[in-house]
């Protein structure tokens, strides 16, 4: 008998903790529950601005955690079609969004096209070679040439197509150093392994040991489009909305203007 009151006795204590409002055991565990992690796929060259972009949309949303893949385009691509974990892609080309859009492999209602860049010349700070324009590239003092591999790097499609339509590929095309990310093609300028090298203007700021000595004309390449979209197969989509939403926003937008990004219309 005394057995069973002093069960019950515990028992009356335990529940009581379990409803009083001053103490939740569970708490911890429903703050995990809700925290949600997301894994942003992005083009090499959204980086600096993505990381800088990243504390103020944790502060906004404090459920949401964002981690980064940072990459080649057509290798991020290339990821997300053998099936690796992603919740957003953006790309630094329509060409590997469309690719994910025909395998059925992102929401098309999250799609919008978010930024554009532009195409530039860079040589070391103390280049005494005289490069002053593309055609420049043709002399004979020009040795390597550095840029990216335009099978999978968007720099190195856009430049292919300024090279071709200035008629000089062919001429300079045994000088060609090909890199995977135009991040490595920066770092080939930056530390001599390059005469020259062909990247966007928002990589080109983010040096002080190169200098852009000539921007492509627009009509010498296809539009330089990042596009943005969840992926189908993301498993927390709400978030990753959210995140995708926000960089539409003023804040994000103020950041990319910053590193040099234009908004697409």
Same mark, same amino acid.
């Given at each position: ?41 992005? /083009?090499?060259?959204?980086?600096? /601005?993505?990381?800088?972009?990243? %504390? ?32 957003? !892609? ?15 492999? $992102? ?39 550095? @840029? ?10 856009? #430049? ?17 150093? !090909?890199?995977? #990310? @135009? ?12 005469? /020259?090298? $062909? @990247? ?22 296809? %539009?330089?489009?990042?596009? $943005?979209? @969840? ?11 959210? !995140? ?22």
């Amino acid at each position: 008998m005394k057995r069973r009151y002093f069960l019950a006795f515990i028992g009356s204590i335990v529940l009581s903790c379990l409803l009083s409002p001053d103490i939740n055991l569970f708490s911890s565990t429903i703050t995990t529950a809700q925290t949600q992690t997301i894994l942003v796929s992005a /083009a090499a060259s959204l980086k600096d /601005a993505l990381e800088e972009i990243k %504390p103020g949309f944790e502060k906004a949303h404090g459920n949401i955690k964002v981690n980064y893949n940072f990459g080649a385009s057509g290798a991020l691509q290339q990821q997300i079609t053998q099936g690796a974990p992603a919740d957003v !892609f953006l790309s630094a080309a329509t060409k590997q969004m469309d690719a994910l859009a025909k395998a059925g492999l $992102i929401d098309t209602t999250t799609r919008r096209n978010l930024l554009t860049n532009r195409l530039v010349l860079i040589v070391t700070k103390n280049s005494a070679l005289k490069i002053s324009d593309f055609r420049s590239l043709t002399n004979s003092n020009v040795k390597r040439i550095a @840029v990216g591999e335009p099978r999978s790097v968007p720099v190195g499609q856009y #430049s292919e197509e300024v090279l071709k339509n200035l008629g000089i590929l062919e001429k300079i095309r045994a000088k060609l150093v !090909f890199a995977n #990310s @135009v991040r490595n093609v920066l770092a080939a300028v930056e530390t001599g392994n390059a005469d /020259a090298g $062909i @990247v966007y203007i928002t990589d080109a700021k983010i040096s002080d040991r190169v200098k852009v000595v000539a921007t492509a004309a627009n009509n010498l390449h296809s %539009p330089i489009i990042y596009p $943005i979209a @969840v992926i189908k197969a993301s498993k927390n989509p709400q978030a990753a909305k959210t !995140f995708a939403q926000y960089l539409t926003r003023a804040a994000a937008k103020n950041i990319f203007e910053k590193f040099g990004f234009g908004i697409a219309r």
